[in-house]
């Protein structure tokens, strides 16, 4: 199975703030990779696939960039409904295989 | 467009539970469809998928010869079967509709709707 690494696992940042959130393949998946955002009781959704692909309705200010085994998740002024958990994901071949999550706190 | 999913409840280890998930807002016959799970406070976990016409089918390593995943695109549903369920299958389970883009060359996989899950306890 191919295992997808995060990081960091968590993170403090403030309001505006540009915060990366990083995500390593065991191998290499092309651009095979998924970001999604999940709140507090709440299902995840889907912000960008294809690596760097922005879903429909989601905000400019997330962007996806990588291919082979690193890949990163940027968002470009922290706004107070972006802090939440982030997963990567790859289809690159089942098993799907998630990252562990990194959670994204106010400071 | 919406997925939801019923069916979960609290069962005992070795027992059995039906999941079904009901799909609306687009064209079901047309999209495989995935069940993901999520333990109480950790992460996503990949469980099946099923092609749009069943013709494929996977299970992740954990749940296979235990879980089947089927579907009824006449009914526009999804269901997972769990079968020998363990405490380690107790999570929230969300059903997930596979969107897909191609390059022409390339076809790149995600899910792109998720229904709000439901959940499965196994504990005696």
């Known amino acids: 199975d191919i295992q997808m690494t995060q990081s960091p696992s968590s993170l403090s940042a403030s309001v505006g703030d540009r915060v990366s959130i990083t995500c390593r393949a065991s191998?290499?998946?092309?651009?095979?990779l998924s970001w999604y955002q999940q709140k507090p009781g709440k299902a995840p959704k889907l912000l960008i696939y294809?690596?760097?692909s922005l879903q429909s309705g989601v905000p400019s200010g997330f962007s996806g960039s990588g291919s082979g085994t690193d890949f990163t998740l940027t968002i470009s002024s922290l706004q107070p409904e972006d802090f939440a958990t982030y997963y990567c994901?790859?289809?690159?071949?089942?098993?799907?295989?998630f990252g562990q999550g990194t959670k994204v706190e106010i400071k | 467009v919406q997925l939801v999913e019923s069916g979960g409840g609290l069962v005992q280890p070795g027992r059995s539970l039906r999941l079904s998930c009901v799909a609306s807002?687009?064209?079901?016959?047309?999209?495989?469809m995935h069940w993901v799970r999520q333990a109480p406070g950790k992460g996503l976990e990949w469980v099946s998928s099923?092609?749009?016409?069943?013709?494929?089918?996977d299970y992740a390593d954990s749940v296979k010869g235990r879980f089947t995943i089927s579907r009824d695109n006449a009914k526009n549903s999804l269901y997972l079967q769990m079968n020998s369920l363990r405490a380690e299958d107790t999570a929230l389970y969300y059903c997930?509709?596979?969107?897909?883009?191609?390059?022409?060359?390339?076809?790149?996989?995600?899910?792109?709707?998720w229904g709000k899950g439901t959940t499965v306890t196994v504990s005696s």
């Open positions: 997930g509709k596979e969107g897909i883009r191609t390059t022409g060359t390339v076809y790149y996989y995600y899910m792109d709707v």
């Open positions: 807002g687009f064209i079901f016959d047309d999209y495989a």
């Open positions: 099923i092609s749009w016409n069943s013709g494929s089918i």
């Open positions: 191998q290499s998946i092309s651009s095979h």
């Open positions: 294809a690596a760097s």
């Open positions: 994901q790859q289809s690159y071949t089942t098993p799907w295989t």
